[in-house]
């Protein structure tokens, strides 16, 4: 069973740069047609999407954050990592990784979520 698990600071300030890890156990991020995703839920609002790095590395952004978006990925350690620079307190919302799989159409696992919270 593929688990996903998010990790980092869960509070940020101002201007600095967000940094989160998803580590992904039970299945390797190289595995065809997976998006390893990044998505976030700010307080009282819907999800949104940050972007993603395919199986094949290649990297897509959400065209309203991609000014200050950069997602990576260690494969040796089965990571991909999320980097947010410039952050406001409209940044703080629960952020989570996801695999999209391609011939599913759809979100095939989730990790739990994490809190950044944006604040001085």
């Known amino acids: 069973q593929v688990q996903l698990q998010e990790s980092g600071p869960g509070l940020v300030k101002p201007s600095q740069t967000l940094s989160l890890t998803c580590t992904v156990s039970?299945?390797?991020?190289?595995?065809?047609?997976?998006?390893w995703t990044w998505i976030r839920q700010p307080p009282g609002k819907g999800l949104e999407w940050i972007g993603y790095i395919a199986y094949s590395g290649s990297t897509y952004y959400s065209p309203s954050l991609k000014s200050r978006t950069s997602i990576s990925r260690d494969t040796s350690k089965n990571q991909f990592t999320l980097q947010l620079t410039s952050v406001t307190p409209e940044d703080t919302a629960v952020y989570y990784c996801?695999?999209?799989?391609?011939?599913?159409?759809?979100?095939?696992?989730w990790g739990q979520g994490t809190q950044v919270t944006v604040s001085s």
């Open positions: 039970g299945g390797s991020i190289t595995t065809n047609a997976y998006y």
């Open positions: 996801a695999a999209w799989l391609a011939t599913l159409n759809a979100y095939e696992y």
